[in-house]
């Protein structure tokens, strides 16, 4: 009841001090600054608009002309002054008091690290490991620069983090969204996480659906990161409206929003996803806010598809690593094998026990499909397989099963070749090698995994 009664508190001041500014200023000029859809969130120029006593009067200026086009999210940066992005008139969000329940559960929380700072966003469950959320929650499209690490936290309620935190290994999204040149950028903000593990089976996801027409009632929610109103941090917050209009990929309404919710899923009646929310309009007369959101088109389902490993990549999709390890090889010219490995320590003992070493070969994801790694005292051999039963036969046959030395994920095939006189395998990602080889007698026995 304390809480409750203090943000009762808090939202009547805040109110308060609006409507004296709002007389204060009359016909007065007020002046906004324009984020500039980094990270960072810092205003890089300043448009003027006018505020009018009569909101009838205000005349929706084109964006070419005089509007402003607000991310609706921004990190915390203290030196930088907040702009209220997203709330129409005021604010009319309701907090979701049970997070635990569908659809809610299935939203999320994110917290991006790029190197100049964290930003918030939101996002949704898709699949047991797939988030979608707005690109800019992920990829810094001014400095060309992808996030260095994501957090995902389903259902967070405050301090409560119900189902914990996961990390996020890959990130896909639409190519478009990098053709900042062309001014449509913001027509394709979407992507895609692949979390390093599965959420918890209690979380569950939602379907995505590329139904959506005028008037249709919709659901917006998400986690607002607003610094005027620190109170709502870390709680879920969401409001119940209408598609005012849909024009090309963008579908536009008067729902309030604010900086921490880019991601939000946008909600139909049945609980389908029917867009992304991803950005504010302001017009050139006084600060009122159109939101907008990243329709679910065929696009959408094609990265979510290629994110599933359903399809393969295709050129309108392009999709960075996040977590990933090199894998070295080192060479013994007495008993003529290689050796692969991850293990720093490992490498450093066979560099002193006369092992050359040749280098990074490739590198693997943390997650995916486990690559074995068995060892012959009789031939004194190293070999990986992805294959259990390769792995159970050879272990039968005096071979010893050492670990999971990585996991095949990624794009890059691997190559597996045999020498039968010498008795060795050898694997490369470099097909001239793998070509060279063959014509030495080696045997070329296929794709043996994936890296990246």
């Excluded at 200026?61 to 921004?74: F, H, K, N, R």
């Excluded at 957090?151 to 990098?178: C, D, H, W």
Aim: with cysteine.
């Amino acid at each position: 009841m304390k809480r409750v009664r203090k943000m009762l508190r808090k939202r009547v001041y805040y109110r308060l001090m609006c409507l004296f500014l709002l007389v204060y200023l009359g016909q007065g000029e007020v002046f906004a600054q324009e984020t500039n859809g980094s990270e960072s969130g810092i205003p890089t120029e300043a448009t003027t608009f006018t505020t009018s006593a009569d909101p009838s009067k205000s005349e929706l200026i084109p964006s070419s002309e005089a509007t402003t086009i607000l991310p609706s999210q921004a990190p915390d940066f203290s030196e930088v002054e907040a702009i209220p992005e997203g709330i129409i008139d005021s604010d009319n969000q309701i907090l979701v008091t049970n997070t635990l329940l569908t659809p809610y559960r299935q939203v999320v929380r994110l917290e991006s690290f790029f190197a100049s700072g964290v930003l918030y966003g939101t996002g949704v469950m898709i699949g047991p490991d797939l988030v979608l959320t707005a690109a800019h929650n992920v990829y810094n499209i001014k400095r060309g620069q992808w996030t260095e690490d994501v957090l995902v936290i389903p259902a967070q309620n405050g301090e409560t983090e119900p189902y914990g935190k996961y990390q996020a290994g890959r990130i896909f999204m639409l190519k478009s969204y990098q053709n900042e040149e062309t001014g449509t950028s913001e027509s394709f903000d979407m992507a895609v996480i692949k979390l390093t593990q599965p959420v918890d089976s209690q979380v569950g996801f939602l379907p995505v659906s590329t139904e959506i027409s005028d008037g249709k009632r919709i659901q917006v929610a998400g986690y607002p990161y607003p610094r005027t109103s620190d109170w709502k941090i870390g709680f879920m917050y969401t409001m119940w409206g209408e598609a005012t209009s849909i024009k090309d990929n963008l579908i536009r309404y008067e729902i309030d929003t604010e900086s921490g919710q880019s991601g939000s899923p946008v909600l139909n009646q049945d609980n389908e996803i029917v867009g992304i929310h991803t950005l504010g309009f302001v017009d050139g007369n006084q600060v009122y806010i159109y939101n907008a959101a990243r329709r679910i088109m065929q696009d959408s389902l094609d990265m979510i598809a290629i994110a599933k490993g359903e399809k393969q990549g295709s050129e309108e999709v392009i999709s960075h690593w996040l977590v990933q390890k090199s894998v070295h090889r080192l060479y013994h010219a007495g008993i003529q094998r290689h050796l692969y490995t991850q293990d720093q320590n490992e490498i450093a003992i066979l560099r002193t026990r006369g092992w050359k070493y040749e280098g990074e070969t490739f590198r693997s994801a943390d997650y995916g499909i486990p690559v074995y790694r068995l060892y012959s005292p009789v031939t004194k051999e190293h070999l990986y397989t992805t294959s259990s039963l390769e792995r159970d036969i050879l272990v039968q046959r005096g071979w010893d099963y050492e670990s999971v030395a990585w996991y095949s994920e990624g794009e890059t095939p691997i190559y597996r070749l045999y020498h039968t006189g010498l008795k060795v395998h050898l694997y490369t990602s470099d097909t001239n090698e793998r070509n060279v080889l063959k014509r030495r007698s080696w045997l070329d026995e296929g794709l043996a995994w994936y890296a990246q």
